[in-house]
């Protein structure tokens, strides 16, 4: 029972050793904005993290999250982007107040994407915390 035990125990930590080094990101179905700045700080460079603002072409123009990618979930070509996106990936989406993110979050999750998180708060919660924003150079 105890030898039992014991590979059980060295299974599961091999098991979790390579998640780690697979980069697989530890995402629930919603973040705050200051658990989302501390995953993007600790992830940047990532290729298998990508953070969506799915406020329109003018809001993401006003500003945005470092390295956001703009898909606007209000546009009729939500669905066709998502749909180029890798569903093994991890995501973080955003909008304004975290309504839209919501519902981006719930429709990605029916497109098969299981690692998606919103962003409580949205936007105007990261500008009020004073995090990074990028604006739109002209």
């Known amino acids: ?3 039992h035990r014991s590979y059980i125990y060295a299974t599961s930590l091999l098991l979790v050793l390579l998640a780690g080094c697979a ?3 530890p995402m629930p179905a919603e973040v705050d904005v200051a658990k989302a700045n501390v995953i993007l700080r600790d992830n940047y460079g990532n290729p298998e993290l990508v953070v969506i603002d799915v406020r329109s072409s003018r809001e993401f123009d006003e500003g ?19 749909r180029r996106l890798n569903p093994a990936l991890t995501y973080i989406v955003y909008c304004l107040s975290g309504n839209r993110s ?15 998180a919103a962003m409580t708060g949205g936007f105007q919660a990261w ?12």
Do not use: Y
């Not at 945005?64 to 998502?82: D, G």
């Not at 919501?102 to 998606?116: P, Y």
């Not at 500008?127 to 002209?138: D, P, S, V």
């Open 64 to 82: 945005h999250l470092q390295n956001a990618v703009n898909i606007p979930v209000e546009s009729a070509s939500f669905r066709t982007e998502v």
């Open 23 to 25: 980069g697989i990101i």
């Open 127 to 138: 500008k009020r915390a004073g995090f990074l924003i990028e604006r739109k150079q002209w």
């Open 102 to 116: 919501i519902e981006a979050r719930d429709l990605m999750k029916q497109m098969g994407f299981s690692r998606v």
């Open 1 to 3: 029972m105890r030898r």
